[in-house]
């Protein structure tokens, strides 16, 4: 029997990725949180980007071996884990949602500098850079309810944790991130409605993260 553990920070977007992906492959794991400000020197001795999220896995009789890097391990647990499939089977469909799971990365860090500004003309740049990319997302997705169609995919397990940080954000100030754009607002209501997202990080994940913000004296923030 294998065992997996996953290294863990509570607001990390790309750990909840793989949460995700382990709750609708409906596998055991236990997760290891650490805190991201203070390093433990075991996590630095086994991760070699320092980054989370590590994948830990230990076969019986085997030590144990680290996979770093979230769609990496998003790819390990699709080929060694049974059940339904989360990529499709067909490999110019399953390259092209490879390619939004990267795409969906990239927003990720439009998303960081936009909550991150402290100023407004930084806040509005990042605003026109996540626009722009909204604008070829909306483009890009079926009829719904999830990615393309009604099969859920990694690139949902992708996007489901930077929908999660526009929630959050939007329970206690008005971003206007998403008007105009309604088949993104319906998908996103529909990975917000998905057991697996809504249970992928903690109970207080919303209050860690506004709190980070606040720290920061994000701009974005001062609408509340």
Do not use: N
């Amino acid at each position: 029997m294998t065992k997996l553990t996953l290294i863990s920070s509570p607001t990390c977007p790309y750990v909840q990725r793989a949460v995700i992906a382990l709750k609708e492959k409906r596998v055991e794991f236990d997760v290891i949180y650490i805190d991201l400000a203070a390093k433990p020197d075991w996590f630095l001795d086994i991760s070699p980007l320092g980054k989370v999220p590590l994948l830990r896995v230990e076969g019986k009789g085997e030590p144990p071996a680290i996979i770093f890097e979230s769609a990496v391990i998003l790819e390990y647990l699709e080929e060694t884990i049974p059940g339904d499939k989360l990529h499709p089977a067909d490999p110019l469909h399953r390259a092209q949602h490879r390619a939004w799971i990267e795409f969906c990365s990239t927003m990720l860090g439009d998303l960081h500098r936009f909550t991150g500004a402290t100023d407004t003309a930084t806040l509005a740049a990042a605003r026109e850079t996540l626009t722009g990319k909204f604008k070829r997302l909306e483009s890009a997705l079926s009829g719904g309810p999830y990615f393309s169609g009604q099969h859920f995919s990694l690139v949902d397990a992708a996007f489901g944790p930077f929908f999660r940080q526009i929630d959050a954000l939007e329970s206690v100030a008005s971003t206007g991130l998403l008007d105009g754009f309604p088949a993104l607002e319906h998908w996103r209501r529909a990975l917000a409605g998905r057991d697996s997202i809504k249970t992928a990080v903690p109970s207080d994940y919303a209050e860690r993260y506004l709190s980070r913000l606040r720290k920061l004296d994000a701009e974005v923030l001062k609408a509340a």
